[in-house]
């Protein structure tokens, strides 16, 4: 998913505020976002343990980063 | 059951000034340039400055970086016009203060108290920092007449 303008850090802190735990940034790979041309990337990993409000939680922090940030 | 969402650090104006639209606005001529970088994130700011009689008559600037650098840099864009050598140290000093717990910054960077919300979000503090030490350097490098 792309949310252009959002800067990962900032989509990352919206959805800790959710008590969604993702990574945000270069992902120790800083020379493959030059070449993507990218600040970053959020990623989200779902675990054993993630349940359906886990992915409720997420979706619902993804639509709030995109109403404030884009 | 999560707490309620905390998202005071998006409110509308600090995102208004991370929208302004100069984040790429480069000044040439310039006396001055200076990038820095947070090597934790990834954000960095250029700020290019032009001077008269050692203070700062204009200037411009390049961020890459999350809404919070952004409209850092903004609100330094504006208040940093007429700065003059030690200001960038002394502005960096009463705004890290500030994030800190510590009373509102003076002039001229009393608007940085627009950033009240970032002083619960320890981590991010380097965010609203960053421009002041990308001045402080071009301040350092602009030659002394």
């Known amino acids: 998913v792309a949310l252009d303008g959002a800067h990962p850090h900032d989509v990352a802190q919206l959805l800790d505020a959710r008590g969604v735990a993702v990574r945000g940034g270069h992902h120790c790979a800083q020379p493959l976002m030059d070449r993507l041309d990218l600040?970053?990337?959020?990623?989200?990993?779902?675990?054993?343990?993630?349940?359906?409000?886990?992915?409720?939680?997420?979706?619902?922090?993804?639509?709030?980063?995109?109403r404030r940030l884009t | 059951m999560n707490a309620p969402a905390r998202d005071d650090l998006y409110q509308d104006a600090i995102m208004a000034r991370a929208r302004a639209g100069h984040a790429d606005s480069r000044l040439e001529p310039h006396d001055a340039r200076a990038t820095a970088d947070n090597p934790l994130c990834g954000d960095r700011v250029t700020v290019d400055v032009r001077l008269g009689d050692g203070r700062i008559t204009a200037l411009g600037q390049r961020t890459r970086g999350c809404a919070l650098c952004l409209a850092a840099a903004e609100t330094l864009r504006a208040a940093a016009i007429g700065a003059g050598p030690g200001d960038a140290e002394r502005g960096a000093q009463s705004v890290g203060a500030y994030l800190a717990g510590g009373a509102e910054p003076p002039f001229p960077w009393r608007d940085f108290a627009l950033f009240a919300p970032v002083r619960g979000y320890r981590s991010r503090h380097g965010c609203v920092l960053l421009p002041f030490e990308a001045l402080r350097q071009a301040l350092e490098a602009a030659p002394r007449r």
């Open chain 1, 39 to 66: 600040a970053g990337t959020t990623r989200a990993s779902l675990a054993l343990y993630s349940d359906d409000g886990d992915v409720d939680a997420f979706v619902d922090g993804l639509g709030e980063a995109a």
